[in-house]
């Protein structure tokens, strides 16, 4: 088996989201810890009477533990989000790097190897895997009622169903590949 550019991809780009999750971790272990630290700091502290403004009242603590779990979705929505775009940034970046070695090929006269569209086969597998995953996503989502996040299933369907179509339409001879 020879060198598979996609497999060194995925392999890097898991061991990044490994690392950013670790230290998505970690931050949040150091907030945690800073936070219990400064609340216990405050409540040691003893106010002067006569300078010190009256204390404002405590906040409940379902009003806390509500606050401190939207900032831990927050956090973990943005660690997804950079992820992603990580993902996507070295995805480009490998689709570049093959078009460049394959132009400098073709540059010294050496043929490259291997077409680059996908065979029927594996186009059909991938429109199957992808469209069912959409459809799963989407009955998923839906039990959350009608909204934007929706789309979250929508589009990997219309995807898979695209590739679907492109197998059916080349099969019959009205699209080339």
């Given at each position: 088996m020879g060198f598979v550019p996609g497999a060194v991809a995925a392999a890097f780009a898991l061991q990044i989201a490994v690392v950013?999750?670790?230290l998505?971790?970690?931050g949040l272990a150091i907030y945690?810890?800073?936070?219990?630290r400064m609340m216990?700091?405050?409540a040691s502290r003893v106010p002067l009477a006569a300078t010190a403004p009256p204390a404002p009242p405590a906040a409940p603590a379902a009003l806390e533990g509500a606050l401190t779990l939207i900032g831990v979705g927050l956090a973990l929505v943005l660690g997804?989000?950079?992820l992603g775009v990580g993902v996507w940034l070295l995805a480009g970046l490998m689709v570049l790097f093959i078009g460049?070695?394959?132009f400098g090929l073709i540059a010294f006269g050496l043929e490259p190897a291997g077409p680059l569209s996908v065979p029927a086969?594996?186009?059909?597998?991938?429109g199957l895997y992808t469209t069912a995953i959409g459809l799963a996503l989407l009955l998923g989502l839906l039990t959350l009622g009608f909204g934007v996040w929706i789309l979250g299933g929508l589009i990997p369907g219309c995807i898979?169903?695209?590739q679907l179509a492109a197998v059916w339409l080349s099969q019959r001879g009205w699209m080339p590949g």
């Open positions: 950013l999750g670790i998505a971790l970690i945690l810890r800073h936070r219990e216990s700091w405050a997804l989000l950079t460049l070695v394959r086969p594996i186009l059909l597998r991938r898979g169903l695209a």
